[in-house]
């Protein structure tokens, strides 16, 4: 995306203070002189310094794929309440290899048989859950019962009535449940969360959002049996931005998949998936998702005095948040967070200090309530009433 005002007005802006600066110290140069060059102390004030904690929370990392070893592990260094500990896996020659090289006793390796004798192990207090869709509810339980916190990846299950088993095995085991919406814990996103419910553009009328990417085999992600498809996997995000943008739940859905009989990748998933959604006070959220098209990451808000865009707002990492008013477009300057650090510190710090999480199970629950609608419609080829609490 480009703001062509944006490099324009910083110019303007860039001239006119230097402008002031020179004026300033040829007018009030004698004033100016005496004025300190270099900090008065070793430390400047507005340093940040780390502070110490307590302690630290620790977790066991449940399937070593690629979202593990790339991104949820080494996010780990980054950090202040969360330690990894522990590793379940079906490959105890990786999981091995992968525990040497974060330090980790070789004792607090797992597998999916053993998996219960995590109930013996006091280090483990969260566990996180990386599994394909299809594997989520039953894992989730298992950890529960084992006495354990669980943030698992989302869709939170393969069904409704999953997602509400996991909920009442929480609530059973008094152990909480979050669900791994990574970007309701990163500055960008929650910047347009708090603009819209602040309604510092006006109210929010129409929402456009796409999550596209290129999906080769093999991968789970195109497997039925491991409910993969795009709609779980990416398009859950336009979903949940939707609802988390309006704050609000969507009362009617209407869905169109496209399945190529040319292309063997999508012999047992949908290609790509269409869906709009309805809010009660009339906004809509026009959404797109793809396993064959180039990769887009992106959602505009139309609001009443102004718009909002967030390009690869769905990604790891890299977003650039712009608001256009009356007065033009400008870029918001906001701090990057690694996503998963901060999510798991999130989770960590509702343990520590017994709170609830900002994503609890009934998110997922509510999300896949919508997806299931999508799928109708997608079937049925008419509009679907989304069920409510």
Known sequence: MTAPNVADTSRRKFL?????????????????????????????????IPQPVDRKVGWAIVGLGKLALEEVLPAFTECQLSRPVALVSGHPDKARQVAKAYGLDTNNIYDYENYGRMADNRDIEAVYIILPNSMHAEYTIRALQAGKHVLCEKPMAASVPECEQMIRAARDADRKLMIAYRLRYEPFNKKVISLCAEKKLGKVKVISASNSQQVSAPNIRLSRDLHGGPLGDVGIYCLNAARYITGREPIEVSGYSHQPQNDPRFREVPESVNFMLKFADGVQAHCSCSFGAAESRFYRVECTEGVIELEDAFAYRGQQLFVTTADGQERQKIAAVNHFAAEMDHFSDCILRGKSPRTPGAEGLADMRAIGAIEESCRSGRSVRVAQD
Do not use: N, Y
């Open 16 to 48: 006119a203070t230097s402008g002031a600066i020179s004026g300033g110290l040829l007018v009030a140069g004698a004033v100016q002189a005496d004025v300190p060059l270099a900090p008065p102390d070793k430390q400047p004030p507005e340093l940040s």
